[in-house]
Structures are given as structure tokens and as C-alpha cells.
């Protein structure tokens, strides 16, 4: 069974501070990642893909790739309200390019 | 607007009824996704297509769903006989066409299926 696995949260963050979200996948063959924006009610929205390992930075968000430990984090600095959402973690599955496994999400709060 | 569209956006219906859903990609995506997904969970992958070809359903999908995608354009989600258990958000996504390592999916809006 392949999984990813994320702190489902919620994770408080107060305003001006950076939020940490991290996320693990199983399948080893993974080459592709993504974190997506969740707003309640809403539909994914595609912030950041990593493919490669290091760090990745975009604006105030950071995504960061480790294929050894097979992780996959995001920092977002200067946290705003408007970044209150849950935040998803897909991996592309290596036995098919069509499909993305995804996490269920990590909360974040940030508090004014 | 240029993104992914869907429609209905909210369905009500009894169980037992049918359901259609349509998706409309970005213009030059060939690459077209259903996910379905249910509260405090992530979006979970039902079907694929590139252009009118289905290349993958889950083993998990039902005979009761359906999907196709005829022109290569827009694609039809139909669930027949419908179950309580299939309520959910109803996501399509497209992406451009494989090129190395990419596989950007950008989602439409959804459809969220309330089954009475």
C-alpha cells in the first residue's frame, strides 16, 4: 500500500512567523511532488512542485526534497491570515504517470 | 476564464438515482483526472485520460462509475445508482502532456454530490 503521511494538525502559527509542514511518502520510485493550498470548501490549488533534491523557493514558499529519506517539506515565511488552509502533499505514483497520491492534509492556523 | 471548469457545482439527489458530472480542461491540456474526495481526507484518484484514451481506472472504482471523454476534449463522470457512500467533492483536474519528470494537475472548482 503506498501511502503519504502528513501531521494532520492543526498547526498555530502566529502572524509574521514561518509554518513547517512536513511529509513522508512510501513508494521509493516517486520522481515528482507537489504541495497544494486547500481553502474549507474549496478545491486544490497547485503552490509548489519539487523534482529534484534540495530546495525549491517561490516567493514566500520554500519546498524542500530529501528522495534518500524519502520527505518533502514547506516552509511558508511571514505567514499571513490569508494562509490559513490545509495544505496537501501529493506524490506522483511511479507505477503510473497519471495518478497522484495524496496526503490528507495539514491544517494551518495563523493567528493575528 | 481559462481553467478548468466544472459543472454541475452542488448536486442533490436520492439514492439510487444517476448522476452526470461534466468537465471542461484547460484549452491545450491532453490530460484529463477524476479524484474524489471526502471530508479530512486527500483527493483520491478514480480515472485518467489522455486525449479520448482511458488509461487508468482504480481498482477501488465501483461498475458503477463511469467516465469518458469521446472528443478528447471534455469528459462526463456518471454514477449509477447512486449510494449514500457516494457523497463527496467530485474533482477533475488536467495537465499538459508528460514532459520529463513534470505532471502539474490544476483542479476545477468540483462538484459536491450529496446523495439522500
Known amino acids: 500500500q503506498k501511502e503519504v503521511e502528513q501531521n494532520s494538525g492543526p498547526l498555530s502559527v502566529p502572524e509574521g ?5 512536513n511529509c513522508t511518502y512510501s513508494d521509493r520510485g516517486s520522481q515528482s511532488f507537489f504541495w497544494y493550498r486547500q481553502y474549507s470548501g474549496k478545491s486544490p490549488e497547485l503552490i509548489m512542485s519539487i523534482y ?10 520554500t519546498a524542500q526534497l530529501n528522495k534518500a529519506s524519502q520527505y518533502v517539506s514547506l516552509l511558508i515565511r511571514d505567514s499571513q491570515p490569508s ?13 503510473s504517470w497519471g495518478k497522484l497520491q495524496f496526503g490528507a492534509g495539514t491544517q494551518v492556523v495563523v493567528t493575528p | 476564464d ?11 439527489t436520492k439514492r439510487g438515482q444517476n448522476v452526470t458530472f461534466r468537465c471542461d480542461p484547460i484549452s491545450e491540456h491532453n490530460r484529463l483526472y ?15 485520460f489522455q486525449n ?13 462509475f463511469s467516465a469518458e471523454r469521446p472528443k478528447g476534449s471534455f469528459s ?9 457512500g457516494d457523497s ?6 488536467s495537465s499538459p502532456s508528460q514532459s520529463g519528470t513534470y505532471n502539474e494537475q490544476f483542479f476545477g472548482p468540483g462538484t459536491r454530490l450529496t446523495v439522500l
Open chain 1, 17 to 21: 512567523a514561518i509554518a513547517s509542514l
Open chain 1, 52 to 61: 529534484s533534491n534540495g530546495d525549491k523557493e517561490d516567493g514566500r514558499f
Open chain 1, 83 to 95: 494562509d490559513s488552509a490545509t495544505y496537501l502533499c501529493a506524490v506522483n505514483d511511479d507505477d
Open chain 2, 2 to 12: 481559462t481553467g478548468v471548469s466544472q459543472n454541475p457545482r452542488h448536486k442533490i
Open chain 2, 34 to 48: 477524476w479524484y474524489r474526495q471526502t471530508l479530512g481526507q486527500g483527493p483520491e484518484f478514480l480515472t485518467y
Open chain 2, 52 to 64: 479520448e484514451a482511458q488509461l487508468e481506472k482504480s481498482r477501488l472504482l465501483s461498475d458503477r
Open chain 2, 76 to 84: 462526463t463522470l456518471e454514477i449509477q445508482r447512486t449510494e449514500q
Open chain 2, 88 to 93: 463527496a467533492m467530485y474533482l477533475c483536474a
